[in-house]
């Protein structure tokens, strides 16, 4: 429906609706960004694991880490840009609802109360992707230090070579024990 065909109060109306889906956006962008993290901190952390297991070091051949190292290296860059984009989208969202503060006035004094509800500094102001940057480096840094470990652990994780272990059935199969002889 065209602005021009809408009651004053649609239009207001309108404005509210999609000033609660604005906030909800940015509480969805803002959990997203901390699954984010969390997800590559478990990946890494999986990564660890598995190397460090017993069953696994004898396979750990010097191939299997450069291709480990390869897919840990994939999940920095992919953790980091997923962080950033998604950072971008919360700006944008941001940026709507100060629009929407705007235009609703919610800057100015007795519009709603004899006080405004939002600082007069806002108003106006643009948000930008540099917006709360304090929180966003500090989860890439953790994304990137963490998988950085796992790289670390990759390389110099003590595995003894697969001839001197005992119970190699346990660990190969039949075609892989051969090829060790």
């Known amino acids: 429906m065209h602005k021009d065909e809408q009651q004053p109060e649609q239009r207001h109306g309108s404005l ?15 959990e997203f960004e901390w699954k984010i ?3 590559f901190i478990t990946l890494s952390g999986g990564f660890v694991a598995l190397i ?27 953790g980091i840009y997923c962080l950033l984009r998604t950072h971008y989208y ?16 919610f800057h100015e004094p007795a519009v709603f ?3 405004a509800l939002l600082p007069g500094g806002w108003k106006s102001r643009q948000v930008r992707f540099s917006f709360q940057l304090e929180l ?7 994304v990137f230090l963490v998988q950085a ?16 272990i005992q119970d190699r059935e346990r660990c190969l199969s039949r075609s892989h024990q051969t090829l060790l002889y």
């Open 149 to 164: 470990l796992a790289i670390y652990v990759t390389w110099f994780a003590t595995a003894k070579p697969a001839i001197h």
């Open 136 to 142: 966003l480096i500090p989860l890439m840094l953790i």
């Open 52 to 78: 460090c297991s017993d069953s696994f070091k004898p396979l750990l051949t010097y191939n299997l880490r450069w291709i480990l190292t390869a897919a840990q290296i994939f999940a920095i860059i992919f």
């Open 90 to 105: 919360l700006a944008q969202q941001r940026d709507i609802r100060r629009k929407i503060e705007d235009v609703l006035n």
């Open 16 to 30: 509210l609706t999609l000033y609660d889906q604005t906030w909800e956006e940015i509480r969805r962008l803002r």
């Open 113 to 115: 109360m004899t006080e």
């Open 37 to 39: 993290a969390v997800t």
